[in-house]
């Protein structure tokens, strides 16, 4: 794997619009994806957690594949894709990107976890 693009930052709000333009050679799936693996952290772990961004070339089987990663600090707060009504306002970051992903999934170590996503 190639690392194109690897970002420390804290999780806050402003973090999405930093991240989408350090992305904005990538397709426009890669920085909806990444955006929004870093809004399940503000939104499931708060804002100003410390979290690691990163985006990577791989080489597949079926062809060249970017690989997106979000590490932070809270290794049991584990995502959960969730069926959203049309009137609930959440819910729908992670049914999304499992509509655009070839794959996704979670890393867990003891003191951090990986969610990561394969476009």
Do not use: Y
Request: aromatic share 4%; net charge negative.
């Amino acid at each position: 794997m190639r690392t194109v693009l690897e970002l420390r930052l804290l999780a806050t709000p402003k973090a999405a619009p930093e991240l989408r333009h350090r992305l904005r050679g990538h397709d426009f799936e890669v920085r909806l994806c990444a955006t929004e693996l870093l809004t399940n952290v503000i939104d499931h772990l708060g804002e100003g957690t410390p979290v690691t961004v990163r985006v990577m070339g791989t080489a597949a089987d079926q062809g060249p594949r970017t690989r997106i990663e979000v590490t932070d600090p809270a290794p049991r707060a584990l995502p959960v894709l969730l069926s959203a009504t049309e009137v609930e306002e959440s819910g729908r970051g992670l049914a999304l990107l499992a509509a655009l992903a070839e794959r996704w999934g979670v890393e867990q170590w003891p003191d951090r976890k990986t969610v990561w996503c394969e476009l």
